[in-house]
């Protein structure tokens, strides 16, 4: 057994104690020989600190295309060549999301704009869109609307809103090779105020832009001083006519070392698949992230790419004997 994972063993299963930079570092680099132990350790340190439950998630885009950001993995980019056109949502459209995700047993809904950060008329649109999915269906709203203000902040709060997505996307280092038109610190700054505002964080990223192994291990640390309450992880999918929509897929081992060392980094975290796990894991690497460390799946599509159909993953659920996290009775 790789020391590695006998220092994991102690610090992270019986103590709850994540992992450090270089703890991660060395799981990432552990041989291929070693994986299925990483992702047996990963599962029982999902087991002990977060319980069997298993969170589902429905997302839609209430704004989608036409963003002035240039994220250069996102198709939604205005400043693309990419074939994403810019399209509002409206209400009724968006309740019906939601009731469609509510029916699939999820429990939570996430709203999401391409924006830099809301304008009055989304924030309208968010307030109306709210209040009537809570009249509609028993489900948790989340939002991700891109950078906030503090008004914003609590205005949302306000609404009823219970989580606040905001990745990072990747560590500090890297980001200004993915981002020009805002900085990693800005995007910072929006999470410390949802975490002070009483909402749940939701932050994770991408892996595949590029950034090097060492720099994997650098956004789970940063990720867990961060402390989320949910980390979705994503794998780059290659949007055409992005900056990176020519760049290789993440192997799907590799896929599997990253799930098992951000678990073992974050002991206590929803640790979400998210994007890209169709390409990148297929079905059997699917399963293998769920029994190495993954507690919680976005179903269906995700907003600009094709996922899998949500009945797969709740049958995959079930076959595992993993059962679905109820609602929470405090909506």
Known sequence: MPEILDQARTQVLENGVGLDEAGVLAVLNLPDEHLTAALQLAHEVRMRWCGPEVEVEGIVSLKTGGCPEDCHFC????????????????????????????????????????????????????????????????????????????????????????????????????????????????????????????????????LGLGETVEQRAEFAAQLAELDPHEVPLNFLNPRPGTPLGDRPVVEGKDALRAIAAFRLAMPRTILRYAGGRELTLGDLGTRDGLLGGINAVIVGNYLTTLGRPATDDLKLLEDLKMPVKALSATL
């Open 75 to 206: 198709s939604q980019s205005g400043l693309f060549a990419s074939p994403v056109r810019s399209v509002w949502l409206d209400i009724p459209s968006l309740v019906e999301a939601a009731k469609q995700t509510a029916a699939t047993g999820a429990t939570e809904f996430c709203i999401v704009a391409a924006v830099r950060g809301p304008d009055a008329k989304l924030m309208k649109q968010m307030r109306e869109g709210v209040a009537a999915i809570r009249a509609a269906v028993d489900i948790q709203v989340a939002a991700s609307l891109g950078m906030l203000s503090q008004e914003q902040v609590d205005e949302l709060v306000d609404m009823g809103v219970h989580r606040y997505n905001h990745n990072l996307e990747t560590c500090r280092s890297y980001f200004p090779n993915v981002v020009t038109t805002h900085s990693w610190e800005e995007r910072w700054e929006t999470l410390r105020m949802v975490r002070e505002s009483g909402m749940e964080v939701c932050c994770g990223g991408i």
